[in-house]
C-alpha cells in the first residue's frame, strides 16, 4: 500500500519537476544560452562547444550502471547526480553579481552540468519505464508534455522579456536568479521521487551486438550526420540573428512562442501520419523541410530579417517536430535484443557526433564569424557559408536515410487536391439535403391539411350525434312532464269524488 502511494505521488511530483526543470532548460537553449555567453565574453569558438555539451553527455549514459553498482543503488546515483547538475546552476547569478565576466567561468558551469546530468536522465527514465504502465504512458505522458510545453511557453516570453531591458547586468541577474530558483525546485521534487530497487542484477550486455546488425549501423549513420549538422549549425544561426542582425531578443521569443504552439498542434497530426505512412517517410518529410529552414537563413539579412524569422518559425514547427517525433521511434523500430545494446551504441553515436559538431562549428565560427565580403555590389556576411555547408549536409543526411530499411509508406497523389473533393462532396451534399428538405416540408404540410380535413369531418360528426342526442333527451323530458301531469289530474279527480 505505502509502494503504491509512493508511486501515486511520485507521477504528480515528474509534472512538477519538469516545469521546474524548463526553467534553467530554457535558459541554457537557443537565444537565452547565446545572450548568456556573450555577457560572460564568451568566444565563437567556446560558444559552439557549450552548445553542444547536453548532446555530447549521451554519451556518458553508457556509465550509469557502473556508477550504480559504485554508489550502491540507482537512489544514490539521482541524489547525487541532481545535487551536482542543480547546485552548479546556483552559482551563475553569483558569477554575476560579482561580475566574474569571464568565459570560464560560464564553461565550467555547463562543463558540470554536461558532465551530470545523463545519470539523472537515465535513471528517472528507467524510473518511469517501471512504475508507469505500458497502457497508460500514452495518456500520462501527453498530460505531462502538455504542462512541460506550456511551461516552455511562459519561460521563453519571460526571458525575452528580460533580455530586452537596457540594463544588460540587471537583466542578467534577474534571468539567472529565475534560473537558480527553477533549479532548486527541480532538485526539490526530484528527490521526493520513489526509486524501485534494481532487484536482481542484470546480466553484462556487449554493445557490440548492436554494430553487428547491419541495418542498424546503416541508421547510426544517417543519425551521426544528422545530428552533426545540428549541432554544428544551432549556435551559429542564434549568432547570426542576434549578434550580427541585432534581433531583438522579445521578438525572437515571439517566434519560439509561434514554434512551440504549432509544434503542439502537428503532434498530435503528426503522430496519426506516421502509424499510417512510416517513421521513415516523416522522417524523410521533416529533413526536407529543415533544408529550406537552413535557405531562409542563407537568405536572411537585415532588410528581410522579421518575415524570414517568421518563415523560420514555422518551417521549424513544421520540420523538427516531424524529425523529433520519429527519431529515436525509428531507431527503436531497426532495433533488436537486447535493446539496453542498441540504445547504448546510439548515446556512444550522438555524443561523438555532438563533440566533433561543437569543435568544427567552433573552428569554422572563429574565421567566419564576423567577416563581410561584397558578392555583385551587395553585403554578403561570411557565416552564411556554415549555412551552406549545412545545407549540404541535410542532404547527405536525407541519402542516408533511404538506405535504412524500415516500414515506409509512400504517399501517392491521386491527381487532384483532398481539399477540391471535400468542398466538392460538402456541396454536393448540401444541395441535395436542401432539395430533401423541400420534400419533407411538402409532405408534413400535406399531411398536416389531410388531418385538419379528417379533424373538422369528425367535429362535424361529433356535433350531429351531440344535437341528436339532445334532441332526444328533450323529448322524453317532455313526455315525462305529460304522463306527470296527467298523474297528477287522475288523483285529484279521485279525491274529488272520494
Not at 135 to 142: A, I, L, V
Not at 218 to 239: G, V
Not at 311 to 318: G, K, N, P, T, Y
Request: charged share 20%.
Amino acid at each position: 500500500m505505502d509502494i503504491e502511494h509512493s508511486v501515486k505521488n511520485t507521477r504528480k511530483y515528474a509534472i512538477l519537476e519538469v516545469m521546474f526543470f524548463n526553467g534553467f532548460s530554457v535558459g541554457m537553449q537557443s537565444f537565452v544560452l547565446l545572450s548568456l555567453a556573450i555577457y560572460f565574453n564568451m568566444s565563437s569558438f567556446f560558444i559552439s562547444v557549450v552548445s553542444s555539451l547536453p548532446t555530447a553527455g549521451y554519451l556518458l549514459q553508457v556509465f550509469t550502471k557502473k556508477v550504480n553498482t559504485i554508489l550502491g543503488g540507482r537512489r544514490r546515483t539521482l541524489v547525487l547526480s541532481v545535487t551536482i547538475s542543480r547546485l552548479v546552476i546556483c552559482l551563475l547569478p553569483f558569477a554575476v553579481l560579482f561580475d566574474m565576466r569571464n568565459q570560464f567561468v560560464y564553461f565550467m558551469i555547463m562543463f558540470i552540468y554536461g558532465l551530470s546530468s545523463p545519470f539523472v536522465n537515465n535513471v528517472w527514465t528507467a524510473t518511469m519505464v517501471e512504475i508507469i504502465n505500458k497502457k497508460e504512458r500514452g495518456k500520462y505522458f501527453g498530460k505531462r508534455n502538455l504542462f512541460s510545453s506550456l511551461s516552455t511557453v511562459i519561460y521563453t516570453l519571460f526571458y525575452g522579456y528580460i533580455l530586452s531591458l537596457a540594463d544588460k547586468k540587471s537583466s542578467i541577474l534577474l534571468l539567472t536568479s529565475v534560473m537558480a530558483v527553477s533549479a532548486i525546485g527541480s532538485a526539490i521534487f526530484m528527490y521526493l521521487h520513489y526509486i524501485p530497487d534494481l532487484g536482481e542484477e542484470v546480466k553484462n550486455i556487449s554493445i557490440k551486438t548492436a554494430f553487428k546488425n547491419k541495418n542498424f549501423v546503416l541508421y547510426l549513420k544517417f543519425a551521426s550526420i544528422w545530428l552533426f549538422t545540428w549541432e554544428f549549425l544551432k549556435p551559429l544561426t542564434e549568432y547570426y540573428r542576434i549578434k550580427i542582425l541585432g534581433v531583438n531578443t522579445m521578438f525572437i521569443s515571439q517566434m519560439g512562442v509561434v514554434t512551440a504552439i504549432l509544434s503542439s498542434v502537428l503532434y498530435i497530426i503528426y503522430g496519426k501520419l506516421s502509424d499510417k505512412y512510416g517513421n521513415k517517410t516523416m522522417l524523410r518529410m521533416g529533413i526536407f523541410f529543415t533544408t529550406y529552414y537552413v535557405l531562409t537563413y542563407f537568405s536572411m539579412t537585415k532588410d528581410n530579417k522579421m518575415s524570414m524569422l517568421f518563415a523560420a518559425a514555422v518551417i521549424d514547427a513544421v520540420g523538427f517536430t516531424a524529425i523529433t517525433l520519429s527519431l529515436l521511434n525509428l531507431m527503436m523500430e531497426v532495433s533488436e535484443e537486447p535493446a539496453d545494446a542498441y540504445v547504448g551504441a546510439y548515446a556512444i553515436v550522438c555524443g561523438i557526433a555532438a563533440i566533433l559538431a561543437g569543435i568544427f562549428g567552433g573552428l569554422v565560427g572563429k574565421f567566419i564569424n564576423n567577416g563581410v565580403i561584397y558578392i555583385f555590389g551587395e553585403e554578403f556576411y561570411t557565416i552564411r557559408f556554415a549555412f551552406a555547408i549545412g545545407f549540404v549536409l541535410r542532404l547527405f543526411s536525407l541519402l542516408e536515410l533511404t538506405r535504412v530499411d524500415s516500414f515506409e509508406k509512400t504517399f501517392i497523389y491521386k491527381g487532384s487536391l483532398p481539399i477540391k473533393n471535400f468542398f466538392s462532396k460538402r456541396i454536393l451534399n448540401v444541395g441535395a439535403s436542401y432539395i430533401n428538405d423541400v420534400k419533407r416540408s411538402e409532405r408534413e404540410s400535406q399531411n398536416i391539411k389531410t388531418q385538419n380535413r379528417k379533424d373538422n369531418y369528425i367535429n362535424v360528426d361529433s356535433n350531429e350525434i351531440k344535437n341528436v342526442k339532445e334532441e332526444s333527451g328533450n323529448q322524453e323530458n317532455r313526455t315525462d312532464e305529460i304522463e306527470n301531469f296527467e298523474k297528477r289530474t287522475e288523483e285529484n279527480n279521485m279525491n274529488k269524488t272520494v
